[in-house]
């Protein structure tokens, strides 16, 4: 069964920078399009950064310039490199992937188990 952990989340000051990082294991055959979600309280999740399998990321606008997406392959773990966080950016944030186990026909997307991020002013 495929499952992703998250770690890293923690209480910052606003400037501070943190990295979060999500680990896929399971019998995983390949793994496309991985994401970072976020859930302030009293707001509606939203997507924060995606990277694709061939590449290319994309970023809400409140994050550019400010965090990067990442991943390796190799070690079906993606990563979130938060830099000049802000009390705004305070939620619990979530990865996704979408994975193919050795089991299954097709993709599936997968939710990690959220990390609460917290930046004082």
């Known amino acids: 069964q495929v499952q992703l952990v998250e770690s890293g989340g923690g209480l910052v000051q606003s400037g501070g920078s943190l990295t979060l990082s999500c680990a896929a294991s399971?019998?995983?055959?390949?793994?496309?399009?991985m994401g970072w979600h976020r859930q302030a309280p009293g707001k509606q999740r939203e997507l924060v950064a995606t990277?694709?399998?061939?590449?290319?990321?994309k970023y809400a606008d409140s994050v550019k310039g400010r965090f990067t997406i990442s991943r390796e392959n190799a070690k079906n773990t993606g990563y979130l490199q938060m830099n000049s966080l802000k009390p705004e950016d305070t939620a619990v944030y979530y990865c996704?992937?979408?994975?193919?186990?050795?089991?299954?026909?097709?993709?599936?997307?997968?939710w990690g188990q959220g990390t609460q991020v917290t930046v004082s002013s």
């Open positions: 996704t992937m979408l994975i193919k186990d050795r089991t299954e026909a097709s993709f599936s997307r997968y």
């Open positions: 990277f694709t399998s061939g590449g290319n990321t």
């Open positions: 399971g019998d995983i055959d390949s793994i496309g399009v």
